[in-house]
């Protein structure tokens, strides 16, 4: 689905915005000493061990998690060490026993989006949580990236490579009230909701070859090389069509800018 070079290599701003994010909510996270911490869909790790690093330095151990073998590869290459480990793990597929009860807090960046069965996913974060746990997340909700897929999905020109789109696409990009559709979820599955909101974040890029790797880097087709740079200029123009038209942003893809909108969720098991 992604290159974990790739990603690695282009996704720096968007990690930059998510180490942000968490931080304005440190007050709230109590995040407990000599904790265990797992970080779903990890990705290549790098954000892994940032956040170890800068917010959370006293955990006890920290797990990175993902479907991808690829990204874990990577991220054991270069961002494993001594409390800090990565494995593969499907947060949509059945829980491996010895994971039961084994964590003190998760926490879950532009991961959970991915996943078709949601229940699943979030029942599975409760099982693996100890009493009194917690799970921080962000979640993709609508972003215009969804809609020109969905667009280029039905060009004669993308058609062979833009397949799958549903796949790809945000259970509440979609949603009229994604905030309620979480909070029931979550609240069918025993969660005490501290904190449930909608945001957005504008990932302002230097220019438009940056805004190209960051975008690039999230896209899951395999677009052949040749046709590349042409596929950016058509995505990156429906991006801009929606945003404008449909969200009513005020900038997008012409000045280098991503907008997501994103749910942000503090959950605990009490
Ligand atoms: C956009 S990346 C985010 C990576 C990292 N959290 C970050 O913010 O940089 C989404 C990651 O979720 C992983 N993922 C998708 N579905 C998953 C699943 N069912 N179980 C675990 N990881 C999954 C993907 O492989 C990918 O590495």
Known sequence: MFNAKLYNESNALQKTNTIKYLEEYKDMINWKKDSSILDIGCG???LTLKIFKELIPNCKTM??????????RFANEHYASGRVNFTTLNIEGELPHDLRERFHHVITF???NWCR???TAFQNIYDMLK????CFAIVTGKESLFDAYRNLAKAEKWKPW??????????YHDSQDSLKEMQQ????IGFTITKLELKMI?????NLEKLKGGIMSVVPFKIPDELYDDFFIDLSQEMQMFDTKKYNYKKSSNDFVFNVQILVLYVEKK
Do not use: N, R, W
Not at 131 to 134: F, I, L, P, R, Y
Not at 162 to 171: G, H
Not at 202 to 206: D, P, S
């Open 131 to 134: 009493d009194q746990g917690s």
């Open 202 to 206: 504008f990932h302002e890029y230097e």
């Open 63 to 72: 797990t990175g998690c993902d479907i991808s073998e690829d990204m874990i």
């Open 44 to 46: 290549d790790g790098s």
């Open 162 to 171: 833009v397949t799958d789109v549903e796949k790809y696409i945000s259970p």
């Open 185 to 188: 979820l979550l609240g069918k």
């Open 110 to 112: 532009f991961a959970l």
């Open 117 to 119: 069965q949601q229940q």
